[in-house]
């Protein structure tokens, strides 16, 4: 896997209708489904694209938000995610593609690492800390999703928190940083 660089990004956003008043409800399955198509993407591109969840919320009221920002070395390396948003009609109709650009140069604000965040399975014989990581992850937003080959669903929980300025990243097939990979992208506008 090659390292990417933080160096140009856009963003997605999910469209609300009119008449689902707003509710982050109406959002959220939509946003699972963008997640989805976006993880086939980045696995037919390992390694270069890196994902941030501007309006994230953890705690109690968790929420991973309703606008998702993809990171790439430049911008024509976007062309390849809003091709393949584009070609999927059904949710592309839904979602607001913003326009592709640069991470300034001196950009000096705040780096945030959004981690994927695992629980071991009820096999695991590992029992405490599978009981500390489940309490733990009752404040994390998550995406319920299902394995193309297994067809089994799972639970992908995302972590925020405070980062370094990165300049190789190693994001997994999901675009996120993992513990053996920690990576941070920038925390723009």
């Not at 925020?160 to 994001?171: K, L, M, Q, V, W």
């Amino acid at each position: 896997m090659t390292a990417m660089s933080p160096y140009a990004y856009f963003d997605i956003e999910v469209r609300r209708s009119e008449r689902s008043g707003g509710a982050q409800a109406t959002a959220l399955p939509i946003a699972t489904k963008l997640f989805y198509v976006l993880h086939g993407v980045f696995r037919l591109h390992p390694g270069r694209f890196a994902l941030a969840f501007p309006k994230m919320r953890m705690g109690e009221s968790r929420y991973p938000g309703d606008t998702l920002r993809v990171f790439a070395d430049t911008r024509d390396d976007l062309d390849v995610v809003v091709d393949a948003l584009k070609d999927n009609r059904a949710l592309s109709e839904l979602l607001r593609l913003g326009y592709a650009e640069k991470v300034p140069e001196d950009y000096a604000g705040r780096w945030m690492e959004y981690r994927r965040y695992r629980v071991p399975g009820t096999g695991s014989r590992l029992d405490k800390c599978r009981s500390y990581r489940l309490e733990a992850s009752e404040k994390l937003p998550y995406f319920r999703t299902a394995s193309k080959s297994t067809g089994q669903s799972f639970v992908v929980f995302v972590e925020c928190r405070d980062g370094a300025a990165s300049r190789d990243c190693e994001p997994d097939g999901y675009g996120l940083s993992v513990a053996t990979r920690p990576f941070a992208v920038p925390m723009l506008p």
